[in-house]
């Protein structure tokens, strides 16, 4: 239960947190390239989707003893 509410939380923020906000560096290097913006932009989003995938994950590795302890009690 904890760990749905995590994932629901970090899902929830990496929504409001303006993942396609760039720093004028990146404006300046990017989108001079010969690569299409829209390929620039999903490259982007895939790589934050990936960190925050890999938070909920090691937060579920992390959580897991305690929470099968709790399901399964001897």
Not at 35 to 53: E, Q
Request: hydrophobic share 60%; no cysteine.
């Amino acid at each position: 239960m904890i760990l749905v509410g995590v994932a629901i939380m970090v899902l929830y923020n990496s929504f409001n947190s303006g993942l396609l906000i760039f720093s004028p560096a990146q404006v300046d290097f990017l989108f001079p390239l010969p690569v299409p913006r829209r390929t620039v932009l999903l490259i982007k989003l895939i790589k934050d989707y990936l960190k925050y995938a890999a938070y909920i994950v090691g937060i579920g590795v992390m959580l897991a003893p305690a929470v099968l302890t709790l399901l399964n009690p001897r």
